[in-house]
């Protein structure tokens, strides 16, 4: 199995900026994309930020041009930075992964969730 490791959450005042990592570690062949996702309370959960193998990147409207999503692909990690944060980007982050497992003699695709880490942003 994958596992995803989260770091970098905690509370800022608006305005502030946190940068979150996540490292990918286990039996990993190939990751595809690897990306961020949030959740507020009574909400469910949104894409934030993607990017595929080839660096391609994808974002929330919302975040755009204030958050910004890289991976190193030889250490399985990726971080997001985040600048300008409001209260509305108050949520649970939780980072995701897919690609190929080496399962020894064949490979097998896998989709992994890390256990989430806590952004609060005061007004």
């Known amino acids: 199995q994958v596992q995803l490791v989260e770091s970098g959450g905690g509370l800022v005042q608006a305005g502030g900026s946190l940068r979150l990592s996540c490292a990918a570690s286990g039996s990993i062949s190939r990751i595809n994309s690897m990306g961020w996702y949030r959740q507020a309370p009574g909400k469910q959960r949104e894409l934030v930020a993607t990017?595929?193998?080839?660096?391609?990147?994808n974002y929330k409207d919302s975040v755009k041009g204030r958050f910004t999503i890289s991976r190193d692909s030889a250490k399985n990690t990726v971080v997001l930075q985040m600048n300008s944060l409001t209260p509305e980007d108050t949520a649970v982050y939780y980072c995701?992964?897919?690609?190929?497992?080496?399962?020894?003699?064949?490979?097998?695709?896998?989709?992994?969730w890390g256990q989430g880490t806590q952004v609060t942003v005061s007004s």
């Open positions: 995701n992964a897919n690609g190929l497992l080496d399962a020894g003699r064949t490979f097998a695709p896998f989709g992994s």
């Open positions: 990017i595929g193998s080839a660096g391609r990147t």
